[in-house]
């Protein structure tokens, strides 16, 4: 089996209530170009998927990330790829979409609402209620 590995992104919200989540659309392949996943990828043999996240965010962000506790969820891509989600947090840089068409910063109600119109990656939408009560939370502390 092989995994790919996903970055829940978050920071505090500036308004100050609840948080907000780092979203990125794809830019290839062509079944997916448009729509907004969370960056990562794949591991590399003799990584494990924090190794990869802080990899594959520095490539694809230019940011240096602090990786966290997994999410609950992890989503079957095929018979042999799943597709597994950390939280992490920018330690240094600012993300720039460097293989990405663009990046955004969402809100919970935003992330809802691009949920609901079908502008995710279809594989994303299984982390939505466990992104949502976190953003959703008043102190925006550590993930549990
Ligand atoms: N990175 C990432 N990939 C996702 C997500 N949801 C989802 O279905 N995928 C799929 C798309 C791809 O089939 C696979 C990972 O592709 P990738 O293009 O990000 O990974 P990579 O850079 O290591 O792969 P590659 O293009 O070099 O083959 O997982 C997601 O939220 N983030």
């Given at each position: ?56 965010l520095a490539e694809e962000l230019a940011v ?81």
């Open positions: 089996m092989r995994f790919v590995v996903a970055g829940a992104v978050i920071r505090p919200a500036p308004s100050g209530a609840g948080a907000e989540l780092l979203l990125a659309q794809r830019s290839y392949p062509a079944d997916v170009a448009g729509l907004w996943e969370l960056p990562g990828g794949k591991l590399a043999p003799g990584e494990t998927a924090e190794q990869a996240l802080v990899r594959e240096t990330v602090a990786v966290g506790a997994a999410l609950s969820e992890q989503v079957p891509l095929r018979a042999d790829l799943t597709l597994v989600a950390h939280w992490a947090r920018v330690l240094d840089g600012v993300p720039r979409a460097v293989e990405h068409h663009g990046l955004t910063w969402v809100d919970a109600d935003r992330l809802a609402a691009m949920a609901e119109s079908g502008v995710l990656v279809p594989a994303d939408t299984a982390w939505v209620p466990e992104l949502l009560t976190y953003l959703r939370r008043q102190d925006s502390g550590e993930p549990s």
